[in-house]
Structure formats: C-alpha cells, structure tokens
C-alpha cells in the first residue's frame, strides 16, 4: 500500500470511528430533549422547521425524521472534523468503542421511551 493509499484510508476509517460513536450519542440526546430538525405530520403530508406540536383533527406528529437528520448532519461534521487527524484510526480505544457505545445506547433509549411502552 503507497504512502497516498494509506493516508486515504487513514482518513476514511477516522470518519468512519468517529461517526460510529458519535451517531448514537447524538440520537439519544435529541430524542431526550426532543429536538428534531423539523417535524412532519403524515395525515396533511406537511413538514414543520423544527419542533412542531400536533394539529387538532390531523393526527400524531412525527419527530423520528428530525432526530435522524440531526442525527446524520451532526455524524457528518464531527466524521468530517475526525478526518482532519488520521491518526485517531490507529487508537484502539476509539476502535472499541464504536461498538460500545451503540450497544450501550440502547438501554437508554429504551428507558427514555418507558412512556411510550402501554404494558
């Protein structure tokens, strides 16, 4: 592998370490704090910038797409800004971790959806 070939990879697996942990970290706090980018409401087919309550008459709101596009432009950015330091694809606590941290965001959200749950 040359030189260039080795940096590019260096790169891609930084962004690719990066978006792994900070994807679900990201999901969970706006889900939390109920901060979607927009909200849309499938019964009038409309979408609303950000947090939007429902509309009498026109059924549930649905925040989940806001959470996710939060969720994928945050992911991004910090992916983008991880590329920036190859070297952080050589730290093996970091290469860990992108499978710790989902795993571990998973009993979270389920806790933060307790409402949600009619047993």
Known sequence: ???ADRSTHDTSLSFAIAFAIATPVLYVLCEMRNWP???YHPATN???LFWAPPVRGEGPAMY???WVFNML?????IGW???????LSQNRTLQAMTW???TLSVPVLIYAMRYFWRW
Do not use: H, Q
Not at 81 to 87: E, H, K, T
């Open 100 to 102: 710790i941290v989902p």
């Open 46 to 48: 409309k979408m609303d």
């Open 64 to 66: 989940w797409y806001g």
């Open 73 to 77: 432009i945050g992911g991004a950015l």
């Open 1 to 3: 592998m040359s030189n």
């Open 37 to 39: 980018l927009l909200t």
């Open 81 to 87: 800004l991880a590329s920036r330091f190859p070297a």
